[in-house]
């Protein structure tokens, strides 16, 4: 089974510009979440989908925003990127309810703006 | 909301030594907790988690946890370090009020010495 996919891997962006990150969860995974993860905040949720419905949310602002498809495939937007938007953007899938599931991570996308 | 913190920002041990990584949790009731490792340049793989009744749970490559409620901790151990077990090792809590979205602590970074 293949694992969490996230395109792209790496990328570069000036300020100002804004970004869309993918991700392919797990075949027969519906719930999608995103986190980031910088030197200083560590690790720190953003958003979660299921169902093509944004269930959860994190304390980012509105630059942030994502979306799911029918497929579970799921893109997340940030707009405006400043430079503190430097981080590894890492996607999460699970089959159902976290707390009973487990998440299983992509590698991550890792953004740098410049 | 629940948070864990993982006192150790750093930890070296030789290769065939016992290794213990230390989580405090913050939360009134039975808290849900997890470990994650990450290699360098990988996502998040789940080591292990606890949910209720045995209190030491067991995972995946040789690691286990113990979850006491007196001590409000959840630490991680294996009896015999590998080189290929150096890399960061998060705590996560689920946290309730954010819809079970993964509170995680700032990680504890583990370094393997021949």
């Known amino acids: 089974k293949a694992g969490v996919t996230q395109t792209p891997r790496y990328l570069i962006k000036t300020r100002g510009q804004q970004v869309t990150l993918s991700c392919s969860p797990i075949s027969g995974h519906r719930s999608v979440s995103w986190y980031q993860q910088t030197p200083g905040q560590g690790l720190q949720f953003l958003f979660e989908?299921?169902?093509?419905?944004?269930?959860n949310k994190g304390n980012f602002p509105g630059r942030f925003s994502g979306r799911q498809f029918s497929n579970s495939r799921s893109e997340m937007n940030v707009s405006t990127l400043e430079l503190g938007d430097s981080a590894l953007y890492l996607c999460a899938s699970s089959f159902g309810t976290r707390a009973a599931g487990e998440l299983f991570f992509g590698e991550g996308s890792r953004l740098t703006v410049l | 909301a629940q948070s864990v913190t993982q006192p150790d920002i750093h930890i070296t041990v030789s290769e065939g030594a016992s290794l213990e990584l230390r989580c405090n949790y913050s939360y009134g009731a039975t808290p849900y907790l997890f470990w994650y490792v990450q290699s360098p340049g990988q996502g998040l793989q789940l080591l292990l988690k606890y949910f209720s009744g045995d209190t030491l749970v067991q995972g995946i490559k040789g690691f286990e946890a113990e979850f006491k409620r007196s001590q409000s901790s959840f630490n991680l151990r294996k009896p015999s370090v590998h080189w290929s077990d150096a890399a960061e090792y998060f705590c996560a809590v689920v946290n309730s009020n954010s819809g079970y979205a993964l509170n995680f602590g700032k990680g504890t970074s583990l370094l393997v010495t021949p």
């Open positions: 989908y299921f169902s093509e419905t944004q269930r």
